[in-house]
């Protein structure tokens, strides 16, 4: 639980923190398209952009243009791409600071707009797992806290632990124990497991008697009560 709770504000600071960086930077680049002066430019070369493992390489086009001053400017675009977006030689228009030239962009969606989208996008994604992580513990606390306030507890017998390979946090699974009931009025077998855990508990369960804490109205809905465990530290 503890693992999730640290996840939840992982996810969730991180997205909140790539939106917000992704806002200002679309406030940044607005305001700077509203205040640029316009040129004409020329591509004059096209760099080569290594990844960090040197595997594949995108293209970033150098551009020169003239200033209103006179001032003749090279500027190489923070946007690349494959195949490369320009060719050397070909014409684009430049947004550039007119207080300082050698502040230029390209006026291109890449070039421009792109960086915000990207990192709003991730930032999305991140707040997304976030918000899940909140609702679903929300959920399951709200659960929890009913049953052991108006469930009906019986006593389980310790049936063994196992581990729930279906989530993997850092490459690693939690344990969960494992318990079964006979109910007495239909005498069928049921059986229950508990919230994941981040430590192997067999040495503090075996021969254990365990209290479940049944919904009367819905014996799928239940909570194991694990509270005799030590918290892991």
């Keep these: 639980m503890k693992k999730l709770r640290t996840f939840k504000y992982l996810f969730g600071g991180i997205g909140l923190a790539l939106l917000v960086g992704a806002i200002a930077w679309w406030f940044n680049t607005r305001n700077f ?15 080569e952009v290594r990844d960090s493992d040197g595997g594949s390489s995108t293209y970033k086009p150098v ?35 007119p207080d300082d030239p050698n502040d230029a962009r390209i006026d291109g ?24 992580l909140w609702i679903a513990a929300g959920i399951g606390e709200r659960r ?41 009025e239909t005498s069928k077998l049921l059986v229950f497991k508990s919230e ?17 804490l049944l919904d009367p109205q819905n014996l799928k809905r239940y909570h194991m009560d694990v509270s005799f465990l030590p918290e892991l530290a």
Aim: contains cysteine; positive net charge.
């Design 63 to 97: 551009v020169n243009f003239t200033a209103t001053n006179g001032t003749t400017i090279s500027f190489a675009s923070s946007y690349s791409s494959r195949p490369p977006a320009y060719s050397v030689g070909e014409t684009v228009e430049v947004l550039y600071a």
């Design 33 to 47: 398209i509203a205040r640029a002066a316009k040129a004409s430019g020329t591509v004059v070369e096209l760099v």
């Design 196 to 212: 994941n855990l981040w430590f192997d508990p067999t040495r503090y369960v075996g021969g254990k008697q365990l209290t479940v």
């Design 144 to 184: 929890r806290n009913w049953l052991m306030a108006y469930g009906t507890a019986v006593q389980t017998d310790f049936q063994g632990v196992e581990r729930n390979t279906s989530l993997k946090i850092n490459g690693r699974s939690p344990w969960c124990i494992v318990s079964q009931w006979q109910n007495p």
């Design 109 to 132: 969606f890449g070039s421009l707009w792109l960086g915000p989208v990207i990192l709003g996008g991730i930032g999305m994604v991140f707040s997304a797992i976030g918000g899940g």
